[in-house]
């Protein structure tokens, strides 16, 4: 059962068929994942998808370079697996030779947005090994924005500590003028248990009532030495 | 004539400040870390009973000095005994240490909460390199959330002895955290009340110690809080109350925590077969989409037979998944926070949302207990007329937080997160063991235990019942001296000290030793907070003699 579905060699046409080999000289090799990036709206690869593929080589490398031009019959596909992959390597009419890997690579790097879109992939699912693909950026905004988000915290947080110093100092002010304006008022309260110097009794607002340390015992509290 | 003391407005805001104080990032990364590694469910034994045995009677205990006393932790232990007033110096110079690198924690969660506002979150993909054909090196072999962690938050050294430079953007987050408690602290401490295998003796340690540092006792913290109450104050109530509290945040924060972690296993282990798959699919030129995770095993067994050469070749990145080796990745503190939270966030959907939610979060239980930390320095600082009468309650805080912050920027450099952990794992420990061992004693026997019954007696309207005396007088310190000598001969023989450094070229941990100079750091640390009490006792013992001696030549 699993022997069947190994993966079978299947014969493509090819012209020169020396030229293209696994591992051959300027030759690539490529994989196509349709199934992972299409799911249920895959296509079947056939030999007009190999067609396409041929023709967007093509366009690449015109696009390219200054050669004499390249024909889709410069294109030279072969070792198609089920996967899918094969290998893929590109003739120059004019001498019976193959054109040279960097300058392959660099044309389909120029071209690769287009190359994935015509077949509905991206760079993971339609993969050129030894062409590395140049990776998209991410949009940057000119301010990151985690400086504003920290900008707006930080100016609140400065207001209200702002804020919070000058009515304390206020406070002051205002207890520090009553005090003065009620002087007179003290020798009225020294008959009540205990003052604060300066504040008028009425005032004070404490809630357990004043605490008179002098009528304390002081070893209450303290152990001895 | 005496200052009228600032009073809570009601019992419920003292409350509050002590939940606040107590429920924090410790019961969010400690705890489900210790009931993952001492056996789950059955680790709420030994911690519930560690918490009526230990927990609730010493914050009882420290609740009730604060009220008796209506004084700060230098200010309450002077009263009980002149020659004990070190203890609330060690408790001070504890928190002081704590205060310097807790606020640290609060500047990192500012800095993911502020990268939360992002689509996508910064952390949810690797960053390119240089030449843009792949991703960042580093990124690759660690993941996505480790790499914004150590590079692009802490920009971590290989080692503690590489310095680096003061990263500027964990500086400003870390002077706006201190901005944010100075903010609350301004005005005193009465404007913080908010509305916080069982054979195995380490488990029982384990239990006792996570019981004792969560509930924060030993900082001066709750007798500064306590102060505050009126002296009828029900405290026995309230003792009782917050450590409930406290414990059952804990419990449901790891009901949470487990649940992250399950997601983050079932996700990696799907990505690791799925990765295997991609694998052997790419190598036999298998066709795309036959392999799937149930025909995967016989599948291997199959290809290893008929291409034994080619399989042999791929053998080694073949990668054995399992659900119960991502499931036993058991992670505490920081890493446990920034990197597993933040793994399992980026796989959410709405993910900003949740993120900024989760560091809210984190900030609310840093921020609260940084304020119950400040409030143990601050309080002994104003209750001492020398200070309080030259500065305004404003300007020591003020100057607090400022030098606080000036010695934290030190966590921010390179090397930061290596202080870090040394400040995280022993400015605390064995000093805290020792403040609240002599806090027991000086109480129980040197106060008398009488007394401070008859005290409670007068305050609140009735005596602590026999329950919590024997606690007290006899369980209590035994607990803790056998904590103490347990940790002791742990340190011991666990010979020179190591920690875990982050090695960029292979994208993982590393454990290195400490080099001689942290080693004596951290002895300064440990020693500068232990020996307050036997220095100051020795002080004041030979001020008393000269001055008898004085008085007596005259």
Redesign the interface.
Known sequence: MLVALLPILSLVTVIHAQLCQPDAKNAFKVRVSLKTALGDKAYAWNENEEYLFKAMVAFSIRTFSNREKIEISNVLLCNVTKRVSFWFVVTDPSKNQTVPADEVQAAIRMNRNRINNAFFLDDQTLEFLEIPATLGPPTEPSTPIWVIVFGVVFCLVIVGIILLIISGIRQRKRKSKASMETVDVEDKCETMVTIENGIPCDTLDSKEGRFNRAFAAEDEKLTPL | ????RP?WNNPLQFVFACISYAVGLGNVWRFPYLCQMYGGGGFLIPYIIMLVVEGMPLLYLELAVGQRMRQGSIGAWN?????LRGVGIASVVVSFFLSMYYNVINAWA??Y???S??DPLPWS?C??NSN????DDECEKASSTQYFWYRKTLNISPSIEENGGIQWEQA??LI?AW??V??CI??GTESTGKIEQLANPKTWINAATQIFFSLGLGFGSLIAFASYN??SNNCQKHAIIVSLINSSTSIFASIVTFSIYGFKATFNYENCINKVILLL??S???????LTPGNLEE?KV?LASAYPTEYSKIFPEIKNCSLESELDTAVQGTGLSFIVYTEAIKNMEVSQLWSVLYFVMLLMLGIGSMLGNTAAILTPLTDSNTISSRL???AISGLVCLINCAIGLVFTMEAGNYWFDIFNDYAATLSLLLIVLVETIAVCY??GLKRFENDLQVMTGYKPNWYWKIIWAFVSPLLIISLFIFYLTDYILAGTLQYQAWDATQGQLVTRDYPGYALAVIGLLVASSTMCIPLVALG?FIM?RWKKGKTVSV
């Open positions: 004539m005496e200052k009228a009073v009263i009980i005994s002149p020659y500012f800095w909460l502020f990268h506002f992002q993909s960053p390119l843009l054909t792949g991703y400003l987050c706006l901005l944010v100075y903010l301004l005005r009126e002296p699919t790419n036999f030129d298998l066709e795309d989409g036959f599948t199959y305004p309650k404003e040197v106060y004041t008393s």
